[in-house]
């Protein structure tokens, strides 16, 4: 397949601006730019995909650059409801520097800040050598702007897609850029990037959108109860970036599999029929999760990732060291452990309501503690039993866990 092909058949695009663009893709070099704004000091697993595609590109000879948006993300891009939060100038800085090392590191290509070249134009500039170029019905008609009209918006966010469109025209004069990529969302601001280009520059550029991913219940892939799953594995350990991806749901895992691996066609179709025939193997999961953790963190990262799920899978706390124990059991309850008898222990952290409770869970072997199952209610609990002295693992049941550390 040709590049273009091979993008369609992913799924993963979603408009072009010219149909010029195929042959180009194909037959071409171009530069290209993608970009993010620096809300956070970390991407999250919803970029991935937008941002894999510059390794895609990049692997069929095309020049990508990353842009972290120190200028845009001072403002906001227009949220579809209401205004956005400002950050202040000090974080947007932090998340700056943070992006930058994180962009370099896991795809290798250079950055660039917009705040660079934005910092020392003035208003009168901003109004008489960009502004003057874009027509604010033009503006008007770009749905992230109309759909706010009626709740209002303010001239800071307004501005915004014409911000954005400055970054298109620089990069054009000064990396040669012609290709913008980037997700769905971010049409319009790529649109009036090629408008003010073509009247300022009397040049064609072009841009090209893909799909957002999204969870089998349309919302965005990755959005966990309110919690996004993070790129940095200092904050969102491979092992919870396992967890998330091993339990993807059957109607979109072949999806993400040609979204979010370099898996080839053949491939992809191989494990689609193997996951058909036996879907409890979970095989696609399976695969997914290694090819992202692996692009993302590492071999290593991603076989411990399996470690830790294998031994908690079977049970076999006392195959983990403490950091592992603390790295897969991070979001249970957790309470602070002090010597006492089993039931005193069960009842004090509420593992159990009452010392009856207790003694019914203990009757039907349904406590046990780093793996061990606990039948007597005096036996005494101290850290002697913990891992490492430090912490022991309750579980109650077949799922509810719950942490204790002794000081």
Same mark, same amino acid.
């Given at each position: 397949?040709?590049?273009?092909?091979?993008?369609?058949?992913?799924?993963?695009?979603?408009?072009?601006?010219?149909?010029?663009?195929?042959?180009?893709?194909?037959?071409?070099?171009?530069?290209?730019?993608?970009?993010?704004?620096? !809300?956070?000091?970390?991407?999250?697993?919803?970029?991935?995909?937008?941002?894999?595609?510059?390794? &895609?590109?990049?692997?069929?000879?095309?020049?990508?650059?990353?842009?972290?948006?120190?200028?845009?993300?001072?403002?906001?891009?227009?949220?579809?409801?209401?205004?956005?939060?400002?950050?202040?100038?000090?974080?947007?800085?932090?998340? %700056?520097?943070?992006?930058?090392?994180?962009?370099?590191?896991?795809?290798?290509?250079?950055?660039?800040?917009?705040?660079?070249?934005?910092?020392?134009?003035? =208003?009168?500039?901003?109004?008489?050598?960009?502004?003057?170029?874009?027509? %604010?019905?033009?503006?008007?008609?770009?749905?992230?702007?109309?759909?706010?009209?009626?709740?209002?918006?303010?001239?800071?966010?307004?501005?915004?897609?014409?911000?954005?469109?400055?970054?298109? $025209?620089?990069?054009?004069?000064?990396?040669? %850029?012609? *290709?913008?990529?980037?997700?769905?969302?971010?049409?319009?601001?790529?649109?009036?990037?090629?408008?003010?280009?073509?009247?300022?520059?009397?040049?064609?550029?072009?841009?090209?959108?893909?799909?957002? $991913?999204?969870?089998?219940?349309?919302?965005?892939?990755?959005?966990?109860?309110?919690?996004?799953?993070?790129?940095?594995?200092?904050?969102?350990?491979?092992?919870?970036?396992?967890?998330?991806?091993?339990?993807?749901?059957?109607?979109?895992?072949?999806?993400?599999?040609?979204?979010?691996?370099?898996?080839?066609? @053949?491939?992809?179709?191989? =494990?689609?029929?193997?996951?058909?025939?036996?879907p409890e193997d979970r095989l696609a999961q399976k695969?997914?999760?290694?090819?992202?953790? !692996?692009?993302?963190?590492?071999?290593?990262?991603?076989?411990?990732?399996?470690?830790?799920?294998?031994a908690l899978f079977s049970e076999n706390i006392k195959?983990?060291?403490?950091?592992?124990?603390?790295?897969?059991?991070?979001?249970?309850?957790?309470?602070?452990?002090?010597?006492?008898?089993?039931?005193?222990? *069960? $009842?004090?952290?509420?593992?159990?309501?009452?010392?009856? @409770?207790?003694?019914?869970?203990?009757?039907?072997?349904? =406590?046990?503690?780093?793996?061990?199952?606990?039948?007597?209610?005096?036996?005494?609990?101290?850290?002697?039993?913990?891992?490492?002295?430090? %912490?022991? =693992?309750? &579980?109650?049941?077949?799922?509810?866990?719950?942490?204790?550390?002794?000081?």
């Amino acid at each position: 397949m040709t590049l273009y092909e091979d993008l369609k058949w992913r799924g993963l695009i979603k408009d072009i601006s010219s149909p010029e663009l195929e042959k180009k893709l194909n037959e071409e070099k171009l530069t290209f730019y993608i970009g993010t704004d620096p !809300t956070a000091d970390s991407m999250h697993i919803g970029h991935f995909s937008s941002f894999l595609i510059a390794t &895609r590109l990049a692997r069929y000879g095309h020049r990508p650059i990353l842009l972290v948006g120190g200028a845009t993300g001072l403002i906001g891009d227009p949220k579809p409801s209401q205004e956005r939060q400002m950050i202040s100038k000090e974080e947007v800085l932090k998340n %700056v520097e943070g992006l930058t090392r994180q962009a370099e590191r896991i795809f290798g290509f250079e950055v660039v800040n917009n705040y660079d070249w934005t910092k020392d134009i003035t =208003i009168l500039d901003f109004l008489r050598d960009y502004g003057k170029y874009i027509n %604010v019905n033009y503006m008007l008609d770009k749905d992230i702007i109309s759909r706010r009209l009626d709740s209002g918006i303010t001239f800071c966010e307004f501005a915004y897609t014409l911000l954005q469109g400055m970054d298109f $025209v620089h990069l054009y004069e000064d990396k040669g %850029v012609t *290709l913008q990529v980037a997700g769905s969302d971010q049409w319009g601001n790529i649109t009036t990037g090629i408008e003010l280009a073509r009247k300022m520059k009397d040049v064609e550029l072009f841009g090209m959108t893909m799909p957002l $991913v999204l969870d089998a219940n349309g919302v965005k892939f990755g959005k966990t109860e309110g919690n996004a799953l993070w790129l940095d594995k200092e904050k969102t350990s491979s092992y919870e970036l396992y967890q998330y991806l091993i339990n993807t749901d059957d109607r979109c895992v072949i999806d993400y599999l040609k979204k979010l691996t370099f898996l080839t066609k @053949e491939e992809i179709l191989e =494990i689609e029929k193997k996951h058909t025939e036996h879907p409890e193997d979970r095989l696609a999961q399976k695969s997914l999760a290694k090819e992202v953790i !692996t692009f993302l963190h590492g071999e290593e990262e991603y076989l411990h990732a399996v470690h830790i799920s294998e031994a908690l899978f079977s049970e076999n706390i006392k195959d983990l060291t403490l950091a592992e124990i603390e790295d897969g059991f991070k979001s249970v309850p957790n309470f602070s452990a002090k010597p006492l008898p089993l039931i005193d222990l *069960l $009842v004090e952290n509420g593992i159990a309501t009452s010392r009856r @409770e207790a003694r019914e869970f203990l009757n039907a072997g349904s =406590i046990s503690i780093n793996g061990d199952k606990m039948t007597d209610e005096n036996q005494m609990i101290d850290s002697s039993m913990a891992k490492e002295g430090k %912490v022991i =693992i309750v &579980r109650k049941g077949k799922k509810k866990y719950y942490m204790g550390i002794f000081e």
